[in-house]
């Protein structure tokens, strides 16, 4: 499996925004930067599975770090991206940095001025993601 370096990737730039009555915290994206569904992003030492949808404001939304795809479509178990705001010492309104990997399929998370090194995982072929999907669902 290939390491790529996020110095070496093209990278979004995403704002910390909260949310709803509860203040729940999502990742505000350019317009157009990623296909909506589901990703792999890769944060610090762990690897989640996030939602990514057009919100209500026409806006793109990272919606929750989930632990596997079909809990990120369901939003369904633990969202992890407020532990990952805190443990990096961030807050509503600061940047994020979302590191292309794999084009629609995998990316990495960090906060500014942080460097990271990426595990590249082949992108699923689309027949084969289908057939994943139906056994998920």
């Known amino acids: 499996m290939a390491r790529v370096s996020s110095d070496g990737l093209e990278t979004i730039h995403g704002t910390i925004v909260e949310s709803g009555a509860l203040d729940r915290?999502?990742?505000?994206?350019?317009?157009?930067?990623?296909?909506?569904?589901?990703?792999?992003?890769?944060?610090?030492?762990?690897?989640?599975?996030?939602?990514?949808?057009?919100?209500?404001?026409?806006?793109?939304?990272?919606?929750g770090l989930y632990d596997n795809a079909r809990m990120a479509r369901e939003r369904d178990g633990q969202n992890h991206l407020d532990d990952w705001v805190a443990d990096n010492g961030l807050e509503a309104g600061r940047t994020v940095l979302l590191d292309v990997v794999v084009e629609g399929a995998q990316y990495g998370l960090r906060a500014p001025g942080e460097d990271a090194v990426y595990r590249v995982v082949e992108r699923p072929d689309d027949d084969l993601a289908a057939i994943a999907e139906d056994v998920d669902g």
């Open 25 to 63: 915290l999502k990742l505000g994206l350019p317009d157009g930067a990623m296909p909506d569904g589901v990703i792999r992003v890769d944060a610090g030492r762990s690897t989640y599975h996030a939602p990514v949808e057009v919100g209500l404001d026409d806006d793109l939304e990272l919606r």
